[in-house]
């Protein structure tokens, strides 16, 4: 289990743009979504989440308890961003080192304040003023969870608060207003206590007012968007199952249930072309990234068992600048992945329209031979999109155990094509290309017999 | 009737480019004169479709590679023209009664500026009217009988005006007084001022003349000859891209035999290349300048359209594929108008399933095949349709650009073949990369359900 604690969950690159995930600047990402938070610091730490999915099933469990802890008791983030925002400029910004060095430095700002430069003697005052009072409301909001849960899930660090908060250095806050005025001694001692003496204590408290930011703020999106947690499982029970996985960017997305397990382990999708196939392939993609994170996912009744990653070749652009083509891009990536596949890794592998930079032929014979491949490898999980219907039919007959397979279907209505988005077995050889030629009645066009 | 084209060819033929990026019309832009360079950018924008005026203007400029001439004119003297032509406001001008003691004062401490513009306008203009007459006697023996001789008799007429006359008497001086600067003033702007703009205008004519054949003359273009529409052929022998360092030319003949051109290569094998060296050659052809080829003969067509480069539209909803699927609507109208259209289109289909790729391309391309008056040229990676489209027409030219495998390695001649290319290293570079060989004998688990 120890070992487990500090292995990493693999991606990439290509796997973090096609799922749109830690764009941090892009308002439709993972990340944009999931970031309500109010602290620099909090926003800093759910981007190390982002960046970090988690690969015990335990630490998976234990957040998402937490985040459901919070999102059930409704709880609100207790100090007003401005006031911890002050707090936080207040000390980071370092007093002296020793009680002679805070001694000194607040004895400058008094005589500077004393010759008229007044700004940074306020500041001073202004900043312990606001530590002062985001430390008494949190002390008011841990000590009533505390009350009316005393096994709440925070309870060794909000202990550890509340030990700092009653000790004797800090007895002087109950009682303290912005408006009471403090004599030199009292705004030496204070200082003192607050940036050097007890500096590790609160910083510690900083990080616990980060946690604090982000389980509230992603509890909030979770009821706000209609999210559920899902359950880790241990890596060897090889399973993702959920009801109604949904893609949580997209509002009122249609769900679709998954099942893929070491005896059906490859699930080998076609469709046309608008169908919904990348996006039912992205909303597993995300809703499995967000599961190794314990965060809220856009799915019903998760139970996951823990990958060692997660690879998607979903939009994988040609890269002219080193002279690859786009099939020779698709071909180093399918490369990379089975090496990682090889090596005995539990991958959850997503592989959309493989091979559509080549001729048919081509892409037939390649998109068999490396989903067969692929398939031999139970405890990776694979889904494999294609408009090569052949494939599927080949593997159908030869009777290749392991492979489910669904179609998203298009039904044409009015000689117009309708995507109920929702997955069905068996395999589509459904194409309206022609259908849109037809509707835009180009061959007519040509031959002259449409009036333009 | 204006030559058919629209912007999306004109940024795949990068005829304008991006700003200060490499263009066609960069390349052929060494203009001296901001007329020079508007009437050039006015050309490239206004292509023809008349099989004379082509030739006319193609004449002109073959006219002046031979006769080897430098634009004479200063270019400092326009830059003080244009404002002071463009300033009609009577109350400007200058009079003798203002060359009074408050103007001497003024000049001696330099605050006289509107003068002082209005003084290089003049002089200006004296300048270009001196050494336009001197250009005109020195090249007159050598334009009797060209094609530039109809315009030499505008010009000289032009000039030949009678209150011209006395500036033409003495040497070009480095400065003109202010009796002589009022006087000309009158005359330039006022009097004779229409005069002035009609022989600007011989001189922007000349500037981009001089400038398109220097670039022939150095480049070595060829100038192509246009032929009577009807004939409904384009001939070039060795046309390859301007804005290659090292091109491979090709030739191609197309005509109603094989007005339907299949192109077929692998990805890298310089299709695309070759449609845009094709597309331009085409496109200043029909502006009569000289092409980078080794010969070229074309029947007017009424239109170019390409489709190299094609975005696809998210924003609006649109899937690659249905971008595809308007253009070609876009094309399949102007061809029913019945118009003579030279069309080019790049990976056809490329944003769908293969299948329905294949179908489409071979509905399209067949029913293009058709229409014998324009031509196509058709780039897709879908060999198969090919296969179908040779049994049925006769007149589809199939032509490929080979890949050699060397060893592993892909080789690119860029050399058109005939045929449709069964080069398929699809399989060949997967078993390169080993893929198959690293999933074989990787760590499978066991594992029991």
Not at chain 1, 242 to 258: D, F, Q
Request: glycine share 6%.
């Amino acid at each position: 289990m120890a070992s487990n604690m500090d292995k990493v969950f693999i991606t990439d690159k290509q796997t973090l743009e096609d799922l749109n995930i830690t764009g941090r600047y892009r308002p439709d990402s993972l990340f944009s979504i999931f970031n309500q938070t109010k602290t620099g610091g909090g926003e800093k730490l759910l981007d190390e989440m982002f960046h970090h999915p988690l690969t015990d099933p335990d630490l998976i469990n234990q957040r998402s308890n937490r985040f459901l802890y919070f999102q059930q008791n409704q709880l609100a983030f207790p100090v007003e961003t401005i006031v911890f925002n002050e707090m936080e400029n207040y000390l980071h910004s370092g007093g002296g080192r020793t009680f002679f060095g805070s001694f000194f430095q607040v004895v400058r700002l008094y005589a500077l304040k004393a010759m008229g430069l007044r700004t940074e003697f306020e500041q001073l005052i202004k900043g312990l003023g606001a530590t002062a009072v985001a430390l008494n409301h949190l002390n008011k909001f841990f000590s009533e969870l505390m009350m009316e849960d005393p096994e709440n899930p925070l309870k060794t660090e909000i202990q550890q608060f509340l030990e700092l908060y009653n000790s004797v250095a800090l007895q002087w806050l109950p009682n303290f207003t912005q408006e009471q005025k403090m004599n030199l001694f009292q705004l030496v001692a204070r200082d003192h206590h607050l940036r050097n003496s007890l500096a590790k204590e609160l910083k510690k408290v900083l990080q616990l007012v980060y946690n604090l930011d982000v389980y509230i703020s992603v509890s909030l999106v979770a009821a706000t968007r209609g999210l559920s947690y899902a359950k880790a499982l241990p890596a060897e029970k090889y399973l993702i199952k959920a009801n109604n996985c949904r893609h949580i960017a997209i509002e009122n997305g249609v769900g679709n249930p998954v099942l893929i397990d070491s005896s059906n382990n490859l699930l080998f999708l076609t469709g046309a072309n608008m169908a919904g196939k990348s996006t039912f392939m992205k909303s597993l993609g995300t809703t499995l990234y967000l599961a190794h994170m314990g965060f809220p996912l856009a799915a019903d009744d998760m139970e996951f068992s823990v990958k060692d990653g997660v690879y998607t070749s979903i939009n994988v652009p040609d890269d002219i600048n080193q002279g690859y083509s786009h099939f020779y891009a698709e071909v180093l990536r399918v490369k990379n992945v089975a090496e990682e596949v090889a090596s005995g890794k539990n991958l959850l592998i997503i592989f959309d329209e493989l091979f559509k930079g080549t001729n048919v032929k081509d892409a037939f014979d390649a998109t068999l031979a490396v989903s067969e491949a692929f398939s031999e490898y139970k405890n990776s999980a694979f889904v494999i999109s294609t408009h090569i219907v052949e494939v599927g039919e080949t593997l159908q007959q030869n009777g290749h155990a392991g492979v489910l397979f669904r179609y998203m279907p298009t039904e044409v209505i009015d000689g117009k094509p309708r995507y109920p988005y929702t997955l069905r077995t068996g395999i589509s050889s459904d194409r309206h290309g022609m259908v849109i030629i037809k509707n835009e009645k180009i061959l007519e066009i040509i031959k002259g017999d449409e009036e333009v | 009737m204006a030559f058919i084209t629209d912007k999306q060819t004109l940024d795949d033929l990068n005829i304008f480019g991006r700003h200060g990026k490499q263009s066609v019309f960069s390349l052929f832009n060494f203009t001296y004169t901001k007329g020079g360079a508007d009437l050039l950018e006015r050309m490239f924008r206004n292509p023809m479709n008349e099989a004379s005026a082509i030739n006319k203007r193609s004449r002109l400029i073959r006219f002046f590679q031979t006769a080897r001439l430098s634009f004479p004119f200063k270019s400092e003297w326009f830059d003080a023209i244009e404002p002071y032509l463009e300033n009609t406001d009577t109350r400007s001008r200058l009079s003798h009664a203002d060359n009074n003691l408050e103007r001497k004062f003024r000049n001696l401490i330099g605050s006289d500026t509107d003068y002082q513009l209005i003084a290089k306008g003049v002089f200006g203009v004296y300048s270009i009217l001196y050494t336009f007459r001197q250009f005109v006697e020195s090249m007159e023996k050598s334009s009797a009988g060209s094609s530039w001789d109809e315009e030499m008799v505008v010009i000289k007429t032009l000039l030949s005006e009678p209150d011209f006359h006395k500036l033409y008497q003495q040497k070009l001086p480095k400065k003109l007084s202010f009796e002589e600067s009022a006087e000309y003033d009158k005359l330039f702007r006022f009097i004779h001022r229409n005069t002035i703009t009609r022989l600007l205008s011989y001189i922007y004519s000349l500037d981009v003349y001089i400038s398109v054949a220097s670039v022939a003359e150095r480049y070595g273009f060829v100038f192509p000859s246009a032929l009577d529409a009807n004939d409904h052929r384009v001939e070039l022998v060795n046309v390859y891209h301007p804005h290659l360092e090292k091109p491979r030319a090709n030739s191609i003949r197309i005509d109603p035999q094989g007005n339907v051109v299949f192109l077929t290569g692998a990805n890298m094998a310089g299709k695309s290349t070759f449609m845009k060296s094709l597309g331009i050659a085409l496109y200043l052809a029909h502006m009569g300048f000289p092409v980078p080829a080794e010969r070229m003969e074309f029947s007017v067509r009424d239109g170019l359209l390409t489709t190299i480069n094609l975005a696809d539209n998210l924003n609006m909803g649109f899937s690659h594929f249905y971008a595809e699927v308007l253009r070609v609507k876009k094309i399949a109208r102007e061809v029913n108008s019945g118009k003579n259209m030279f069309v080019i289109f790049d990976e056809l289909f490329r944003g769908t399933n293969v299948k329905d790729a294949c179908e489409a391309t071979i509905a399209i391309v067949g029913a293009f095949a058709e229409r014998t008056n324009s031509m196509f040229i058709i780039s897709t990676h879908i060999m198969e349709a090919g296969e179908v489209l040779r049994d049925q027409f006769r007149n589809i030219q199939f032509l490929f650009l080979p890949t050699k495998m060397e060893g592993t390695k892909p080789l690119y001649t860029y050399q058109l073949e005939k045929g449709i290319t069964s080069d398929r290293h699809g399989m060949i570079i997967i078993q390169n990369e080993k893929i198959i060989d690293i999933l074989r004998n990787g760590k499978k688990k066991t594992i029991t359900a």
